[in-house]
């Protein structure tokens, strides 16, 4: 009999480890109550699918993640992932800032191993809680060869998505992520994974290009196996500040208190392909004269940032693509730990 892969579970709190006091709640439970072990042991039959062995490294809400956190998770999980018997990490986190943590993590780790990120919607004491089906799947999927250099994962609801391209759509319903500007990475049907070889690959002028692979392998803009930031001497990110665009929102206000507050870095979420408000891009060029790079970001759900010339050669602006202002914001951070020069930092987003 072939031998059971060995998943490592870190467990961080969130509504999978939540609970309510009635059975019908879905809002109002408490986040982040029930310890890893506790998890292990409401899953039927996952000690069938792996051996399985795991920690507490905090135990919140995920609206509460900070990144000093996020700097001790890269940390573990590049420990256990350097070890012989571990063949794939799961991350039990809160939904709300699920694409953030495994966006982070796909920037900052170097591993062929799966790092798979699974939650919940509903508490783990509500009826027809989704938790324990979700955490099934994720284990699933870590423990799975054809999960081997594809990234960061999350797993929810029988959806694998990639951390690039995934942000959390509902904040309601159990379908609650979904992959912007392309299909999932995979669905999960009883035992069976099934990849749909869709990717997106960047072209080298920065335009993004459909890239359907036969081999099923998943391109990312950022190789699962290619380190591109080094975490673990960090001892926190620098900080880089998000304002968002809205009828009204030009007089700066927020640009100025970031400013002040020792932003190293803005992202501004424009209300479309970066259009920004004539008041206020002068108060971000000035932000760039003075060395705070500033990324042009979306709060549209889809598309691709791609800036007039103007822009970029007169402004100084960095285009964000396809990101969106949260995961903007992660990228800006972690290139400004290696330059903070505009074409540099450029380049990384392209
Ligand atoms: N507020 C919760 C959290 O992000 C929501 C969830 O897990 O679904 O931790």
Redesign the pocket.
């Known amino acids: 009999m072939a031998q059971k892969p060995n998943i490592y579970i870190i467990a961080t709190?969130?509504?999978?480890a939540?609970q309510a006091d009635s059975a019908s709640a879905t809002v109002g439970y408490r986040?982040?109550e029930l310890t890893v072990e506790q998890l292990m042991a409401s899953v039927p039959g996952l000690d069938k699918l792996a051996n399985l062995s795991g920690e507490q490294l905090c135990n919140?809400?995920?609206?509460d993640m900070q990144e000093d956190i996020w700097l001790q998770l890269a940390r573990h999980v590049v420990k256990e992932a350097a070890r012989n018997n571990v063949d794939g990490i799961v991350i039990t986190?809160?939904?709300?800032?699920?694409e953030e943590t495994a966006w982070f993590l796909q920037l900052a780790l170097q591993t062929e191993k799966p790092v798979v990120l699974t939650?919940?919607?509903r508490p783990a004491t509500a009826i027809s809680a989704d938790g324990p089906m979700n955490l099934w799947q994720a284990v699933r999927v870590a423990a799975d060869p054809g999960a081997q250099g594809r990234g960061v994962l999350v797993v929810m609801n029988g959806q694998i998505d990639a951390a690039e391209k995934v942000t959390k759509a509902s904040a309601n319903t159990l379908q609650?992520f979904r992959s912007i500007g392309s299909g999932p990475a995979g669905v999960i049907v009883n035992e069976k994974i099934f990849w749909q070889n869709y990717s997106v690959a960047q072209t080298e002028c920065g335009n993004t290009c459909s890239d359907s692979e036969p081999t099923g392998n998943v391109k990312h803009a950022f190789s699962a196996t290619k380190l591109y930031f080094p975490t673990e001497n960090l001892t926190r990110l620098p900080k880089v500040r998000i304002i968002y665009g809205y009828v009204g929102g030009d007089d700066a206000l927020f640009v100025k208190a970031a400013l002040q507050d020792g932003a190293k870095g803005l992202v501004y979420a424009a209300c479309g392909n970066g259009s920004v408000p004539e008041k206020l891009a002068s108060v971000l060029q000035e932000a760039v004269v003075s060395g705070v790079p500033v990324v042009i970001a979306t709060r549209c759900s889809g598309g691709i940032v791609v800036l007039p010339k103007e822009m970029t050669e007169k402004n100084g602006f960095i285009a964000g693509g396809s990101l969106n202002p949260q995961k903007a914001k992660i990228l800006l951070q972690l290139t400004l730990t290696k330059t903070n020069e505009v074409k540099a930092i450029q380049a990384f987003f392209h």
């Open positions: 709190g969130g509504t999978i939540g986040a982040g919140i809400d995920s609206k986190h809160g939904t709300d800032t699920m939650g919940a919607m609650a």
